[in-house]
């Protein structure tokens, strides 16, 4: 999946338009200072830098004398006329400025003075607009220049005249008129006669409702760019998650530790594979309080000759999108074949660490999924994955000394711990007994010894099983009582968690109950099921509804021989389906076959997420460890454990 930022879309198109616009509008929404040129300037007023120079200082008299009457003594318009054609006498102005109103006479004159500037205004722009198509034809680029800036002279003249002709209809008082031909003069007449009125900070309304709607154009885009960027980064948190875009918008970065064994409702159905082996899109539901999305392989470590580490990142590159307590673990569910295939896998990383969550597994040769992440998976790859799951977890709060006993790649959960209480310096004692085949499947041989040196309260026994031919030290054999003994001073006050093979921890379990360790302060977990040995004589547990039981054919308590090839089935009540249940196959099992969904995860009877109702019928369990006894009385079973030799009905 390519995780690159989205392109520029649309909506960023009409955010740099909309911001383009804006700065056009308010240059174009300001008043029109400076519209005048510095030639155009002088242009209509040659003579006035020989009249600065002569007068010194604007306003003031030649020699620094008074300054001159008229226009409150500011300039003399009379000069300011001169050169722009047929100027009025310079008295005009002042005398405008001075008197209370117009004779006839006056008015009159003011009116001719007009007419003239108008008609030499429109003689000089048909002579400019004739330069200007001379210039044209010839392509004379300064000529033309030139013959516009005529046209803009003339069209001064004519506008100033107008202005006075306008001014003198209207009746308006002498001192008006004067303003009205000065406006003129120095072209500060609003164009085409309109009429400024009303508005603020110097603008008009006009221009005051042109920005306002400028400004709320700019924020509507800046809002639709953020809003669509926000949208696009959810959608692709949706691809990459199993929440819709809508929850994962709303949930937080980080959610809450699930409780340990809650019954997890039926999955979504299973969506195909994309491609042969690759991982499909996650289903948008998934069991309460649990995590359900995708996390990319960021990076493979080889840790013995078969055990590898594959450490999961966020695709987005934040935090993992969960937390997790140590000895915890994950469900990862792969397409091998193009059918889902999932397992779990301890969590051997720190919860200390939130950038990535490493899983450390072991291949095995009968391993669907073990061998498929071995051989198959590269760094990139994102897998499907839920959780996290597990009740075997230590935080520091239960105890002050802690022993760890761990065999091959049972050491997981409790490297996980490990990690955990050394980065938070945890003051109490750790004790870690571990047994492994050999030196070379010592698995984090290397950062056990470096802990070990950094952290005086963590110590490290380990013993392998076959030692000829290499340069080990330390003891050999499996872990036995005497060892123990030696390695832990008052085991029988210490908290133990065992995890390995069964049969290591059945036999570990025999030893600290003969040291004196009482059995509530000894935690087990299981790795993975005893494949090949015989399993303990489960005990049976009876269903709780007392019509369907009757309703159903019971086995007779000592069967006869033929008895045996007896069909038994497995009625499941709110599936309305039923499927064969053969002695050696779990109710779990037989749901696979006929599509019935019960959530599952760890197989081997200690997670609890697939627990279910006995309606009716008996069950055996080879292991109960995920039912308390409330489950037990509710007549709860593991469907991964539970087996038959007669019919039962369960609820799924």
């Known amino acids: 999946m390519n995780l690159a930022p989205p392109p520029k879309t649309a909506a960023s198109q009409l955010f740099w338009l909309g911001v383009f616009a804006v700065s056009i509008g308010l240059a174009l929404a300001l008043p029109g200072y400076g519209q005048v040129s510095p030639e155009d300037h002088k ?15 604007p306003g003031m008299a030649p020699g620094g004398k008074e300054p001159a009457k008229g226009m409150g003594g500011g300039m003399d318009m009379g000069k300011m006329m001169e050169g722009m054609g047929k100027a009025p006498p310079k008295e005009l102005y002042p005398t405008l ?26 003689a000089l722009l048909s002579e400019g607009l004739e330069r200007l198509a001379q210039a044209t034809e010839t392509e004379d680029y300064a000529a033309m220049q030139e013959a516009t800036a005529q046209a803009r002279e003339a069209l001064a003249r004519f506008e100033s ?15 008006q008129v004067a303003l009205q031909w000065f406006k003129g003069e120095m072209n500060l007449q609003p164009s085409q006669g309109v009429e400024v009125r009303g508005g603020r900070f110097g603008l008009s309304w006009f221009h005051l409702v042109v920005m306002a709607m400028l400004t709320a154009f700019a924020a509507v885009m800046i809002w639709m760019y953020f809003h669509k960027m926000q ?15 809508a929850a994962a918008a709303a949930a937080p970065a980080r959610a809450a530790p699930p409780a340990a064994d809650a019954t997890a409702a039926p999955p979504a159905a299973v969506t195909p594979p994309t491609r042969d082996g690759s991982a499909p899109s996650v289903p948008a539901a998934g069991p309460p309080g649990k995590w359900l999305g995708k996390l990319r392989l960021s990076h493979i470590f080889q840790e013995t000759p078969d055990v590898k580490t594959f450490r999961l990142m966020d695709p987005l590159g934040g935090e993992i999108p969960f937390s997790f307590q140590p000895g915890q ?62 009740s075997f977890v230590f935080t520091g709060n239960e105890c002050k000394c802690l022993v760890f006993i761990a065999a091959g790649v049972g050491i997981t959960p409790l490297m996980s711990v490990t990690r955990y209480l050394t980065d938070r310096s945890w003051p109490g004692e750790i004790f870690l007994l571990y047994s492994c085949h050999s030196p070379p499947d010592f698995v984090f041989k290397e950062e056990l010894e470096f802990r070990q040196r950094r952290h005086p309260n963590l110590h490290v026994i380990a013993t392998v099983s076959k030692a000829e031919g290499t340069d080990w030290k330390g003891p050999t054999g499996r872990i036995t009582k ?95 389906k039923t499927a ?35 309606v009716s019928g008996q069950v ?9 006894p409330e489950d037990k009385a509710a007549g709860i079973i593991l469907a991964c454990q539970a087996k038959s030799t007669a019919n039962v009905v369960v609820e799924a």
């Open 161 to 175: 005249g107008l202005a006075a002709q306008r001014a003198l209809a209207e009746g308006k008082p002498p001192r």
């Open 329 to 390: 673990y994950l469900s990862v569910t792969v397409w091998p074949e193009g059918k889902p295939v999932k397992r779990s896998y301890t969590i051997a990383s720190s919860p200390t660490e939130h950038a990535y969550v490493d899983l450390t597994i072991k291949r095995e040769d009968q391993g669907v999924e073990s061998r498929y992440l071995h051989d198959r998976v590269q760094v990139g790859d994102l897998l499907d994955v839920a959780g996290p799951s597990g």
């Open 231 to 245: 949208r696009a980064t959810v959608l692709l948190q949706s691809l990459t998650s199993g929440a819709p875009p």
């Open 482 to 576: 005497e060892l123990i003994l030696q390695s832990v001073p008052g085991i029988a006050s210490r908290r133990v968690h065992i995890c390995g093979p069964k049969e290591m921890m059945e036999a570990t379990e025999k030893f600290l109950a003969e040291l004196g360790v009482p059995k509530e302060q000894v935690k087990t977990e299981a790795f993975g099921p005893a494949i090949g040995k015989p399993e303990p004589e489960p005990k049976p547990t009876e269903g709780t509804a007392a019509t369907l039981a009757a309703a159903m054919p019971q086995a007779p308590a000592a069967a006869p021989p033929a008895a045996a090839a007896v069909a038994v089935n497995v009625t499941f009540s709110r599936s309305a």
């Open 43 to 57: 242009k209509h007023h040659p003579g006035q830098d020989k009249e600065k120079d002569k007068a010194g200082t």
């Open 580 to 614: 064969p249940l053969p002695p050696e196959k779990s109710v779990l099992e037989a749901s696979e076959d006929i599509g019935v969904n019960i959530p599952f995860e760890c197989r081997v009877g200690t997670c609890g997420v697939c627990k279910t109702k006995l």
């Open 97 to 122: 400025m001075s008197l209370p109103d117009l004779t006839p006479e006056q008015r009159e004159q003011v009116r001719r003075q007009a007419q003239e500037r108008m008609q030499s205004g429109v």
């Open 620 to 628: 055996t369990m080879a292991v109960e460890d995920a039912l308390t």
